[in-house]
């Protein structure tokens, strides 16, 4: 894509979020790790953070004006430890939640984002059911196998939503059509 060929690129933040001292809490800053330092074409219109624990960075860091956000958490679920569940999320899937400063509830920072003056872009989780979240460092087994399928399913994530936009248009990138209502899991 050039300059001049009428498009533009949708800006996409990856947010790798999670403690890497409390066991499989430490899958999204893997992930994401993974996505910066491993094999693989770059991601043009793609900024992808670690940001562990630190909530107030994210929510700031999405007043940039962000189309589009994933998430990459471990995330409670009833099926087992490794499964990949892949999810678009609303403001109205968020409720409400104090926002903490210190610490990291996504939910909150993304519920109380409109408070600091932004507004939730188009925001996928991809989310892996912990094996455990006791203190220690480093991922179970099966939360490490699910680690290279969750670095694909963000790779396939940017691919849609950095297609190209006219450069007219204010709306924010396309929803993903492969993206069902109810969580897909893998």
């Known amino acids: 894509m050039s300059a001049g060929d009428g498009a533009r690129e949708c800006r996409v933040l990856v947010a790798g979020v999670g403690n890497l001292f409390l066991g499989d809490d430490g899958f999204g ?32 860091d999405l007043l940039a004006g962000y189309d589009a956000l994933v998430l990459v958490d471990a995330c409670p679920g009833d099926g087992p430890p490794g499964e990949l569940t892949v999810l678009e999320v609303g403001p109205d899937d968020l409720g409400s939640g104090e926002f ?8 909150a920072v993304l519920a109380n984002l409109d408070q600091l003056g ?31 399928r969750a670095v694909a399913a963000v790779r396939t ?30």
């Open 29 to 60: 800053p893997e992930v994401v790790r993974r996505l910066a330092t491993g094999p693989g074409e770059p991601l043009p219109g793609v900024r992808v953070v670690d940001y562990g624990i630190r909530g107030m960075h994210l929510a700031y």
């Open 118 to 148: 932004g507004t939730l872009p188009l925001t996928h989780v991809v989310g892996c059911v912990p094996a455990g979240v006791d203190e220690g460092i480093g991922l179970s087994e099966p939360v490490a196998a699910a680690v290279p």
């Open 157 to 186: 994530l940017v691919r849609l939503l950095t297609a190209a936009q006219p450069a007219p248009s204010p709306e924010p990138c396309p929803a993903l059509p492969s993206v069902p209502e109810r969580p897909r899991r893998s």
């Open 100 to 107: 903490d400063a210190h610490g990291m509830q996504p939910v």
